[in-house]
């Protein structure tokens, strides 16, 4: 947009003050989650990203319905004046099956008489693993997958139908909690997911779509960890136990680098002189700076905040980690 978030803003909260003012119910501003963060030029709803769209929110006495934080990124919200603050419902936290993408896309499906070549063809084109058989968007008769196939084929059977190789569908509703939703993918490599008002099929989840969602979520959790474990081993043995408890801001429980927090490597190697023992050929403000950076995604990585850091900040861990492998040597045989 041409104009400034701050000033959008503005606008939006004139637009819904003028309707309370005529006491006309609130139309309120459509946006989606996606578009909000845009506009504020993020991607991704991190703890400061949250909290940053938030204040900016509640300066103009504005909200989001629903939240904009735990709604499928491209779902619709309505910015409205946030008129009954007090009384307003907490929103709920709980991560479900219906925040994945895999959820919100529609699936490839085939019907019962359809030839069985038909649905392997689509199979093999998208490389799909099973296709849902239905002849709506809201009835599901079975699923034909390659394990049902092969099943059939096993039992001395010549499928020419999908009707002669399905195998029962696992239907579940969009706001199961992901956790609980986890077991049952991992049983049945995937889910159909039910939901909205006319309680269609609105995705398929399978245990690869949730290895993703796992992998999005433990990749900067695993990348933090491994330049925390480098740093410790390229400060083992160069500084004594004072120097350590100073970079601890004087905690005296600390008596090796096993004991130092991420902000205690950070004041460690923030000064020159100490940093000038370590003899490495690495600009000391390029890398004190990129690892301060990391130290602040790293506190809400590491406390679990609900939603993941943003593009720029993965990109940031993603190219501190192999930086920090070369400063150590390993014994790797």
Same mark, same amino acid.
């Given at each position: ?6 000033? !959008? ?6 637009a ?8 006309? &119910? ?5 946006? &989606?989650?996606r578009?909000l963060?845009?506009?504020?030029g ?7 990203v949250?909290?940053?769209?938030? #204040?900016?929110?509640?300066k103009?006495?504005?909200r989001?319905? /629903?939240?904009?934080?735990?709604? !499928?990124? +491209?779902?619709p919200i ?5 008129? =009954?603050?007090? #009384?307003r419902?907490i929103?709920?936290?709980?991560i ?7 959820? #919100?896309?529609?699936?490839v499906?085939?019907?019962?008489d ?5 649905a392997?063809t689509?199979m093999?084109?998208? =490389?799909?693993?099973?296709l849902p058989?239905? /002849?709506?968007e809201?009835?599901?008769k079975?699923?034909?997958? !390659?394990k ?7 039992? *001395? ?7 002669? %190789? ?5 239907? $579940?509703?969009m ?5 609980e ?5 991992c ?13 269609? $099929? ?15 979520r ?8 491994? $330049?925390?474990?480098?740093l410790? #081993?390229?400060?083992r ?6 120097e ?6 004087? +905690?005296?429980?600390v008596?090796? /680098?096993d004991?130092?927090t991420?902000g *205690?490597? %950070? @004041?460690?190697l923030q000064?020159?002189? !100490?940093w000038?023992?370590?003899q490495l050929?690495?600009?000391?403000n ?15 990585v590491?406390?679990?905040?609900p939603r993941?850091p =943003?593009?720029?900040? $993965?990109?940031?861990i993603?190219s501190?980690?192999p930086l920090c @492998? &070369?400063? &150590? ?5």
């Amino acid at each position: 947009m041409s104009i400034g978030v701050g000033e !959008w803003l503005d606008e939006v909260a004139a637009a819904r003050k003028a309707e309370i003012d005529a006491d006309v &119910t609130q139309e309120g501003y459509q946006t &989606t989650a996606r578009e909000l963060l845009n506009s504020f030029g993020r991607e991704r709803r991190g703890r400061w990203v949250v909290a940053d769209i938030r #204040n900016a929110l509640e300066k103009r006495r504005l909200r989001t319905d /629903p939240d904009f934080e735990f709604v !499928w990124i +491209d779902d619709p919200i309505w910015i409205v004046m946030d008129v =009954d603050a007090d #009384n307003r419902k907490i929103a709920d936290p709980t991560i479900r099956v219906r925040m994945l993408d895999a959820a #919100n896309n529609t699936p490839v499906s085939v019907k019962r008489d359809d030839p069985l070549a038909k649905a392997t063809t689509i199979m093999r084109l998208e =490389d799909y693993s099973q296709l849902p058989v239905m /002849p709506n968007e809201r009835v599901v008769k079975g699923v034909v997958s !390659w394990k049902s196939i092969g099943a059939a084929h096993a039992q *001395g059977k010549n499928p020419s139908k999908v009707r002669e %190789c399905m195998f029962e569908a696992h239907v $579940i509703d969009m706001h199961m909690p992901l956790a609980e939703a986890t077991g049952v993918i991992c049983q049945h490599d995937y889910v159909l997911v039910r939901g909205g008002k006319e309680q269609k $099929i609105t995705g398929i989840v399978t245990a690869v779509d949730l290895a993703l969602h796992f992998k999005e979520r433990t990749h900067p959790f695993l990348l933090i960890g491994e $330049i925390e474990h480098h740093l410790r #081993n390229l400060i083992r043995g160069k500084f004594s136990t004072e120097e350590l408890i100073e970079a601890a801001d004087g +905690d005296e429980r600390v008596r090796g /680098p096993d004991d130092l927090t991420f902000g *205690g490597y %950070c @004041r460690l190697l923030q000064r020159k002189e !100490w940093w000038a023992r370590l003899q490495l050929e690495i600009d000391h403000n390029v890398f004190k700076e990129r690892l301060d950076a990391i130290r602040q995604i790293r506190n809400h990585v590491m406390h679990f905040s609900p939603r993941l850091p =943003d593009a720029s900040e $993965i990109r940031q861990i993603e190219s501190m980690a192999p930086l920090c @492998r &070369t400063l &150590t040597s390993y014994d790797n045989d």
